[in-house]
């Protein structure tokens, strides 16, 4: 329902947030741009970070006061369809990884305070604190791992219903070994003339792994978290070379995720990963960006496979909440899912032409806090290798374009074959589970209605956006490739498993 002029000017004058309802999406463009300069005002003075939402609302009484001066109005009809947030004072939680970036836009670009949401971002320390302080209330939402609300939904680990509604961006990861690796690894790799023909198979690691045995060495592997895009994609690269990463046993007490294993693998938060690879406790490391860069940069690692080459086009990151915070504010959870997809659409925009921007904004010291060379060198359209070997990857992140941002069930679905894969589930489960969990999860209605809502307001074209009369939520099997060539059908989660010579498969137990 419309607003008069009156109620938002008593509510400019005072300050009020709590009541009457929070403000509609800002309807004037220059209303907007008061706001975007007031901001930019305080992220000058270094503020707009540590300041909760209360202070926010200040700021946002001298653009009420200069839209009120101007006559400006506000338009409750722009989103007519879409309630009124319930709760407009957010808090959520993020890893610092390039691919944190479609919050950061949401909230620099003034996304978030369009759908009358003061949002306020946090870095969490890893991802176990960020799904706990989801779970208790603490946070909102979050930036999540894509397996995070799938585990925790079927119980592993710590049980809670969550579900995602908005896919934040696809690929982004890479494999990074040490420099006494990469050196050893150099014989047995094909080349080009004089540099290494890509995409690297784990094969080359096998002599390597060897020499370390031959030594009474373990050789050691790092990754973010047990349920994570990089845990599952480094054990594909290395499995699909032959190499047996291991098997979890959930049921007998076992969470190692060794047993099997022709090399060990253990969780490191992203951030320490290149220190952990320096100081040799691990030789090697697979981790999104701009961890595998910043190895290049201090000279300490080579990245030797993206993730692109791993397996391409499935849902990298996701952003999180509750089931039950979001069945509680609906209206809120909706505006957020819109901020977030115009961010996405923002990204890939011009083939990547703001990226530069992105990439500036992102490493500030409360974001990423990377150089910014460091994060610009992946985010960019290219990615750097052994130093030197600078190679175009226009794909190696991407926030919008492939319908990047819609939560499909087949992506939801890989996730859980590679969870039965490695023995994380722990039994058979029939294909009409797999469906069950991944519509329980994944959540397409939600991001349907907020991307109508876009596309209404004419912020997004339709043509953007997957076709939502028809579209069934299932990628076709041609959108994703696999570097042992395997096609996955997401309709058929048991017969791919059936295809794999390592990992579990039928009645299989670990």
């Known amino acids: 329902m419309a607003r008069s002029m009156f109620d938002y000017r008593a509510r400019c004058d005072s300050g009020n947030w709590g009541e009457p309802k929070p403000l509609p999406p800002l309807a004037s463009s220059a209303l907007s741009t008061h706001w975007r300069a007031i901001r930019s005002y305080l992220h000058d003075k270094g503020e707009i970070m540590r300041t909760r939402p209360a202070i926010l609302a200040s700021a946002f009484k001298h ?28 808090t959520f939680g993020f890893i610092k990884l390039t691919d944190m970036v479609p919050l950061a836009i949401a909230l620099e670009r003034g996304y978030f305070m369009d759908e009358g949401l003061f949002v306020e971002l946090e870095a969490q320390a890893n991802w176990r604190v960020l799904l706990d302080r989801v779970i208790s209330g603490d946070l909102d939402g979050a930036h999540m791992l894509s397996g995070q609300p799938l585990a925790s939904t079927i119980g592993y680990g710590t049980q809670a219903h969550i579900i995602t509604a908005f896919t934040m961006d696809l690929n982004g990861n890479a494999c990074t070994v040490s420099n006494a690796v990469w050196e050893a690894m150099k014989p047995h790799l094909a080349m080009d003339g004089d540099k290494p023909r890509h995409p690297i198979g784990a094969e080359a690691l096998i002599p390597v792994i060897e020499a370390f045995n031959d030594d009474g060495e373990q050789f050691r592997l790092g990754m973010v978290f047990p349920v994570s895009t990089h845990n599952y994609e480094l054990r594909y690269w290395l499995a699909a070379g032959g190499i047996h990463p291991g098997y979890y046993a959930p049921q007998r007490g076992d969470t190692s995720g060794t047993q099997g294993a022709d090399v060990q693998i253990s969780v490191t938060p992203p951030p320490q990963m290149p220190a952990t690879l320096e100081a040799g406790t691990i030789n090697g490391y697979c981790v999104g960006e701009p961890w595998n860069q910043q190895a290049v940069f201090r000279g300490i690692g080579t990245p030797v496979i993206t993730d692109y080459d791993i397996r391409n086009n499935i849902s990298e990151k996701v952003f999180g909440v509750s089931n039950e915070w979001a069945e509680r504010y609906p209206n809120t959870h909706i505006r957020v899912v819109k901020a977030l997809i115009r961010a996405g659409y923002w990204l890939d925009a011009n083939d990547n032409a703001n990226r530069e921007e992105a990439a500036r904004i992102i490493s500030e010291p409360h974001y990423v806090g990377a150089d910014y060379e460091v994060i610009a060198n992946s985010m960019t359209g290219v990615f750097e290798f052994e130093k030197g070997d600078v190679r175009a990857a226009p794909d190696f992140n991407v926030f919008f374009r492939y319908n990047a941002t819609y939560p499909y069930y087949s992506d939801a679905v890989w996730y859980l074959t590679q969870m039965r894969r490695w023995g994380q589930i722990p039994e058979a489960k029939p294909d009409d589970w797999y469906m069950e969990t991944a519509r329980k999860v994944f959540r397409p209605d939600i991001y349907q209605i907020a991307a109508r809502e876009l596309i209404r307001e004419g912020h997004i074209p339709a043509s953007a956006f997957p076709d939502f009369d028809t579209e069934d939520g299932f990628r076709s099997v041609e959108a994703t490739t696999f570097i042992d060539g395997i096609e996955f059908d997401g309709r058929a989660p048991n017969a791919y498993l059936e295809r794999f010579e390592i990992g579990l498969k039928g009645d299989e137990t670990p």
């Open 63 to 90: 653009v009420c006061a200069i839209a009120l001066g101007a006559g400006l109005a506000f338009s409750g009809a722009v989103n007519a369809e879409v309630g009124w947030p319930e709760k407009e004072d957010l």
